[in-house]
C-alpha cells in the first residue's frame, strides 16, 4: 500500500473522547500515515499494561485505574470504550507492531497535584482537561475541580446555531460521509485543530489551570519521540490540546513548568468499565449520554438505522411487547423523513427515538425508558484478563466469585440463597464480609419466598468503582476474610456506642469472622456494662436477639452473647417504666418504636438465653405501662396492643382500658396518641377494629364527643393513624361506622347478643369442619383424605 503524502512534522489526530465518528477518522489517517509510533493521551506508568489490550480476553469497555500505593481512595480512571479513538489506536499499532507510548503527564504527579489541592481551602483540584468533551482521567467523586471549564464542542455547536452540542457534532462529524471514509482522512483533523486554535485565542486554557503543565509535558514526549523516530509519528489526543502541540516553546521552558511539581507513588492496572458509567456526567463518568448507541454506529458497516430499529424491536418483543416487521419499517420510513425535515444529513439519535416513541411504543414513554437503559445507554460490562495486575484482596476475591459463580454483571439482579447448601451459605458469607469491608457489591433485599433465618435476598450490580473500594480494602489484608476480621476487630475497638457494637456483632456472626467475634464479645461486655441509657440499652437489644437465631442455621457458638443479651433484657425490664414518664410528643414516638424493638426481641430470646421466666417480666413491665396515667399515651396504647396480641390481656380488660382512655376528661390529644398507640403502625390493627365492634364502637364515640375547637389538633394524629391501613380495611371500617354500632352502647355489647354485623356466637360445628382439610393439606395424617370430603358440602351450603 502507497503511504499518503503529508505535511513535515507529526501528524497530531485531535479527537473527541469517545466518539465514534473521531475513532473511525483516527483509524483511517493511521492506515493513510502508517506512523513508525503512536503517541495517545494518557499516563505514562500506563505503557507496561499496553500489550494486554491485544489480548483476546481484553473486551471493551475497559479503564486504566491509578490509584495512590498510600491512599487508594486517592484515584482517576481513564476509560476507553470499543469506539474510543485512544482505544481504536492502541489496538492498530499493536496489530501492526508500531511503538504506542502514552504522553500525558504521570499518575503520580496529577494525583499527587489533586492530592494537594484538596487540602487547600480554595484549591481548585485541577482536574484533567479534555479535548472536546469527557476527561482523559476522570477523578474520583468529591474530587473534581472547582471552576466550571467551558465546553468546546457547546461553543461551536452554538456558533453554528445549533442548540444541542450532540446534534451538531453528529451533523458535522459522525454523519459527514454517506457510509464511505472522508477523501482525505486528515481533512476533519485540520478543521477540528484550526476551529480549537481559534477557541484558545479567546477562551485562553478554558478553565483548566492545569493543561498547562499537562501540554509541557506532552510536548517533552513528543519531541523526545520526534528525535527517536523522526517526524513520522502520530499523536492522538483531546482536540482541545491540538494548538498547544502545535506550538513552538523551548525545552527549557517547558521544563520549568514542571519543576516541582508533587509526586507520589502510584500503582496502575486495567479493569473493567461499563456503559452505564460512561453515560455518567460525574464522578467515574465520561459525560456520554448515549455509549449504547455510539457503539452500535461504530460497530455496523451499513444501514445503521435500520439495524437499530432492529435491536429495539428485539428487545420490546422480548418484554412481551407486540412490535412487527411492519413497525419497523414505519419507523425507519418517520425517521428518515424527521432528518429531511429537520435539515440533518442522517437521521440521528434525537429522530430514531421520536419514530421509536410514535410507531413502536404507541407514543408512551414507559417502553421509551427501557429502550434508553438497555439499548441507548446499554448495561455493557467490558472484562480484563487475568494476567492484568490487581491488589492481592481483587484477585482473592476474583477466585472466590468462580469458585462460587457469581459473575460480576452490570445489570441489577435478585439473588435468592438457601442457607442450608453449602454453596449458597458461602455466597452469603462473602457478600456480608464485603459489607463490612465497605465492598457495596451487594445489599440485602426483602426477599419474595419465605423469610425464615435459613433464606437471604440479595441485590446485586457491579459498579466499576468497586475496583477502588477493593483497592481501599486491601489495606486491611491479602484476603476477604482476613480483611474482614482485620477491619472488625478495628471497629470493634474504636466504637463508641453500644448499638454499634451490637450491630457489629451481628455482621461478623453473618460473615462468619470467628477470630473478629471474640474480640467484638469483649467490647460488647465493657460498653454493656458501663453504658446505664434505657434507650441504648433498647437499641442494643434486638440487633443481639437476631444474632442469637443465626446460631441454629450457621453452627455457631452463641453462648457468649446470650449471656449479654439476658444481661441486657433484664436491666430494661427494670429501667424502662421510668424512662416513659415525662416524655414529649416525639421522645414517646421513638420510645415507642424501642418498646416494639424490646418486645420482638425478648420474643426471640424467650427459651434461648440463660434467663428464666423473661417473657413474664416483660409481660409485667407492659401492664405496669398500661395503667399509669403519667406514662405517654402513645406508649399506654402500644402497651396494651401488645398484651392483647399476646394473650396477657382480656379484651375486656383491653376495653375497659380504652374506655378510660378516651373518657371526657382524657384531652384529645393523649387520647388520639393513645389511639395511634393501640392501633396505628402495627401490623392488623385495622382488622382489629373490624373484627372487635366494641373497641371499634368506643372510638367511633370518642371521636363523635371531639370538641370542635380541638378536633383540627387530633386531626393529623389520626389521619396517620387510619392512613397507614390498606384500602381494603378502611372501606371496611368507613361501611361499619356508616351503618352505625349498636344503639345506645358504644362501649360493649350485651351479654349475649352479637355486634352488628356478626352471628351470634362462634357456630362450633362449621369451625370443625375445617380442621380434616387443614390436615389434609399439612399432611397430618391419612384420616384427613376422608374427612375433607364430606368437610367440604356444609362449608360449600353455607357459602
Not at 481504536?88 to 507492531?97: E, F, G, N, P, S
Not at 438457601?418 to 451487594?442: E, F, Q
Not at 436491666?571 to 415525662?582: D, M, S
Request: proline share 7%.
Amino acid at each position: 500500500m502507497t503511504r499518503a503524502a503529508r505535511p513535515v512534522g507529526p501528524l497530531l489526530l485531535g479527537v473527541r473522547h469517545h466518539g465514534p465518528g473521531s475513532a473511525r477518522a483516527v483509524r483511517a489517517a493511521l492506515e493513510a500515515a502508517r506512523p513508525q509510533a503512536v503517541l495517545i493521551e494518557g499516563p505514562p506508568e500506563g505503557d507496561a499494561l499496553l500489550p494486554l489490550a491485544a489480548d483476546e480476553r481484553m473486551r471493551p469497555p475497559v479503564a486504566l485505574l491509578a490509584h495512590a500505593v498510600d491512599d487508594p481512595g486517592q484515584a482517576a480512571f481513564w476509560p476507553m470504550a470499543a469506539f474510543s479513538p485512544e482505544w481504536v489506536a492502541i489496538r492498530w499499532a499493536l496489530t501492526h507492531d508500531v511503538p504506542v507510548r502514552f504522553i500525558d503527564l504521570p499518575a503520580a504527579n496529577s494525583l499527587a497535584m489533586t492530592q494537594a489541592a484538596e487540602r487547600e481551602p480554595d484549591g481548585d483540584g485541577g482536574g484533567e482537561a479534555d479535548g472536546t468533551g469527557g476527561a482523559a482521567g476522570e477523578p474520583a467523586p468529591g474530587r473534581s475541580p472547582g471552576h466550571a471549564p467551558i465546553d468546546p464542542i457547546g461553543v461551536l455547536a452554538e456558533t453554528a446555531g445549533y442548540d444541542d452540542p450532540e446534534r451538531w457534532w453528529e451533523d458535522v462529524v459522525e454523519h459527514r460521509t454517506q457510509g464511505g471514509e472522508a477523501v482525505d482522512p486528515r481533512a476533519p483533523f485540520a478543521a477540528l485543530a484550526e476551529a480549537m486554535t481559534a477557541l484558545r485565542d479567546v477562551y485562553g486554557d478554558g478553565g483548566h489551570p492545569r493543561d498547562a503543565v499537562r501540554e509541557a509535558y506532552m510536548r517533552i514526549q513528543l519531541r523526545k519521540a520526534v528525535k527517536e523516530f523522526g517526524d513520522d509519528v502520530a499523536v492522538v489526543c483531546g482536540a482541545w490540546h491540538v494548538p498547544a502541540l502545535g506550538t513552538r516553546t523551548t525545552l527549557a521552558a517547558d521544563r520549568a513548568l514542571l519543576k516541582g511539581l508533587p509526586k507520589l507513588k502510584a500503582e496502575l492496572t486495567w479493569v473493567p468499565w461499563s456503559h452505564r458509567r460512561l453515560a455518567r456526567h460525574s464522578g467515574y463518568g465520561a459525560g456520554i449520554d448515549s455509549p449504547g448507541w455510539y457503539g452500535h454506529l461504530f460497530e455496523v458497516a451499513d444501514r445503521p438505522i435500520e439495524r437499530w430499529m432492529t435491536k429495539v424491536a428485539g428487545l420490546l418483543r422480548d418484554e412481551d411487547r407486540f412490535v412487527s416487521s411492519a413497525h419497523v419499517i414505519e419507523a425507519v420510513r418517520l425517521a428518515e423523513t424527521l432528518a429531511a425535515m429537520r435539515g440533518r444529513p442522517l437521521a440521528g439519535l434525537s429522530e430514531t427515538t421520536d419514530a421509536i416513541r410514535a410507531v413502536m411504543c404507541e407514543g408512551s414513554d414507559v417502553p421509551l425508558a427501557l429502550v434508553r437503559d438497555r439499548l441507548i445507554v446499554g448495561e455493557t460490562l467490558g472484562e480484563v484478563p487475568d494476567t492484568a495486575p490487581a491488589v492481592p484482596l481483587q484477585r482473592d476475591l476474583t477466585r472466590q466469585q468462580r469458585m462460587l459463580r457469581l459473575k460480576p454483571e452490570a445489570l441489577e439482579r435478585e439473588l435468592e440463597l438457601d442457607l442450608r447448601k453449602d454453596t449458597d451459605a458461602a455466597r452469603s458469607r462473602l457478600l456480608h464480609r464485603l459489607r463490612i469491608l465497605a465492598v457495596g457489591w451487594g445489599e440485602p433485599a426483602t426477599g419474595r419466598g419465605s423469610t425464615g433465618t435459613f433464606r437471604e435476598s440479595w441485590r446485586l450490580r457491579w459498579e466499576p468503582e468497586l475496583y477502588v473500594q477493593v483497592a481501599e480494602a486491601g489495606t486491611w489484608g491479602t484476603t476477604v476474610l482476613s480483611a474482614a476480621t482485620a477491619k472488625a476487630g478495628s471497629q470493634a475497638v474504636s466504637a463508641t456506642a453500644l448499638a454499634e457494637v451490637t450491630a457489629l456483632a451481628e455482621r461478623c456472626l453473618l460473615a462468619e469472622l470467628p477470630e473478629a467475634l471474640p474480640v467484638v464479645m469483649r467490647a460488647l461486655a465493657d460498653r454493656a456494662a458501663l453504658d446505664a441509657d434505657v434507650g441504648h440499652l433498647a437499641d442494643a437489644l434486638p440487633a443481639l436477639a437476631r444474632t442469637l437465631r443465626y446460631g441454629d442455621v450457621r453452627s455457631t457458638d452463641t453462648a457468649a452473647l446470650g449471656e449479654v443479651a439476658a444481661g441486657l433484657a433484664e436491666r430494661i425490664c427494670v429501667g424502662l417504666p421510668p424512662a416513659c414518664t415525662g416524655l414529649d410528643a416525639d421522645g414517646a414516638a421513638e420510645l415507642r418504636r424501642k418498646v416494639d424493638g424490646v418486645h420482638t426481641a425478648i420474643g426471640l430470646l424467650a427459651g434461648t438465653v440463660p434467663a428464666e421466666g423473661l417473657r413474664e417480666r416483660w409481660a409485667a413491665v407492659l401492664h405496669k405501662l398500661a395503667a399509669r396515667d403519667t406514662v405517654a399515651g402513645v406508649i399506654r396504647g402500644r402497651s396494651t396492643r401488645l398484651l392483647l396480641d399476646d394473650g396477657r390481656l382480656e379484651e375486656d380488660d383491653a376495653a375497659r382500658l380504652m374506655g378510660l382512655a378516651l373518657s371526657p376528661g382524657t384531652p384529645p390529644a393523649d387520647a388520639a396518641a393513645w389511639i395511634e398507640g393501640f392501633v396505628g403502625g402495627a401490623e392488623g390493627g385495622g382488622m382489629l377494629l373490624v373484627h372487635d365492634e366494641r373497641l371499634l364502637g368506643l372510638v367511633d364515640a370518642w371521636l363523635a364527643g371531639v370538641p370542635a375547637d380541638t378536633f383540627t389538633d387530633v386531626l393529623p394524629l389520626l389521619r396517620r393513624t387510619f392512613s397507614a391501613y390498606e384500602a381494603g380495611v378502611r372501606r371496611t371500617l368507613g361501611e361499619l361506622v356508616r351503618r352505625g354500632p349498636a344503639a345506645g352502647a358504644p362501649a360493649a355489647t350485651a351479654a349475649g347478643t352479637a355486634a352488628p354485623g356478626f352471628g351470634p356466637g362462634l357456630d362450633e360445628a362449621r369451625a370443625d369442619a375445617v380442621v380434616p382439610v387443614l390436615r389434609l393439606l399439612l399432611g397430618l395424617d391419612a384420616e384427613g383424605a376422608e374427612g375433607a370430603e364430606n368437610a367440604m358440602e356444609p362449608l360449600g351450603a353455607t357459602g
